[in-house]
């Protein structure tokens, strides 16, 4: 976890590594259950991280996206840690097409769900609210998903392990203006790389 990523983690990220290396092959709606299977318990094997590896006392919380992978758009799939500072939601936004599955190392999340509906516009209809806490996880395989992501809590870091099925280096943020039009606006994906 780039300055953050203690030795004792070097063997709870191999072991996600190799969990992940064996369920991705498997075609999408496959690779998707079996790496929830793979994964349930990975928020409690040794040497998994928290948001205090993430966010040293003294250092300033800001949201962080770190590939356990190189390099870090490998195109069969990706694998990120994302660090959430106290409060921090995302904007509504989706992941290019790729299937994934987003599990909950540490803190809790809320996740809002939308479909994406293509009309002669674009438009988002809520699916629903997902509160994720500590080894929780959600997962979707639809490429007309999106959804927006908060860390719950405005006290303490959330951390969680991502998986998506290709190199994420898009996605579209949506906004919905006074008139209740949907905008979507195109971004590359900016990663850090984890010392391992």
Do not use: K
């Not at 996206?65 to 509504?92: C, F, K, M, N, Q």
């Amino acid at each position: 976890m780039c300055d953050a990523h203690p030795n004792s983690t070097a063997v709870w990220t191999h072991r996600v590594l190799a969990a992940i290396a064996r369920g991705v092959g498997d075609g999408r709606d496959a690779a998707v259950a079996q790496l929830t299977r793979s994964l349930a318990h990975a928020a409690w094997w040794e040497g998994c991280p928290t948001g205090a590896d993430v966010f040293p006392a003294g250092t300033p919380a800001r949201y962080r996206r770190i590939s356990l992978r190189e390099p870090l758009y490998a195109d069969d799939y990706s694998v990120l840690l994302i660090a959430w500072p106290p409060g921090h939601a995302t904007p509504i936004h989706d992941h290019d097409g790729l299937w994934g599955l987003e599990l909950v190392l540490d803190g809790i999340l809320g996740v809002e769900s939308y479909a994406i509906e293509v009309t002669p516009s674009v438009r988002l209809a809520q699916r629903g609210v997902t509160p994720l806490g500590i080894g929780d996880h959600a997962t979707f395989s639809d490429a007309d998903y999106a959804h927006r992501c908060r860390n719950l809590s405005a006290q303490r870091p959330a951390l969680s392990l991502h998986v998506y099925g290709g190199a994420l280096r898009r996605y579209r943020a949506f906004d919905q203006d006074a008139q209740g039009r949907w905008d979507s606006v195109p971004h590359r994906t900016g990663l850090e790389l984890a010392n391992r």
